[in-house]
């Protein structure tokens, strides 16, 4: 491992994998900054750093499958909830009929196009 202090930063506190530049930061400032540590150092927060990103991840991919899952659910019953109702409708208009009463007739419910979605979305923001 190169000493501190190589690759033009010259300076003792700046570690030899930070960039050029750092040699104008007051000494203070730098060690404030927590990067005039050791190896060992760098290596156990580079490790914990690790164990953090995983832990985001494996939170992240359990939000996405419920997200889709919640998703898919909704689908399902708005799906059930077109057909039900386009089923009332069509027996209200039977029995309508059969009673001798005029109806004005139910439209039938569909699931909405990629391009309403789009307009809607478009719309709401």
């Excluded at 760098?42 to 164990?51: I, S």
């Excluded at 909830?81 to 209200?92: A, Q």
């Amino acid at each position: 491992m190169p000493s501190p202090g190589k690759h033009g930063t010259g300076h003792p506190f700046v570690p030899w994998f930070l960039p050029v530049g750092f040699d104008s930061l007051p000494a203070s400032l730098i060690r404030g900054l927590g990067v005039a540590m050791s190896f060992i150092d760098f290596d156990r927060r580079l490790g914990t750093l690790e164990t953090r990103i995983v832990d985001v991840e494996e939170c992240h991919r359990e939000s996405i499958l419920a997200l889709k899952r919640h998703d898919a659910k909704t689908d399902i019953v708005s799906r059930r909830l077109i057909d039900g109702m386009n089923r009332l409708g069509s027996g209200m208009a039977l029995m309508m009929e059969r009673m001798g009463i005029a109806h004005t007739g139910f439209p039938e419910l569909t699931m909405p196009t990629e391009e309403e979605i789009d307009a809607e979305l478009e719309e709401s923001s």
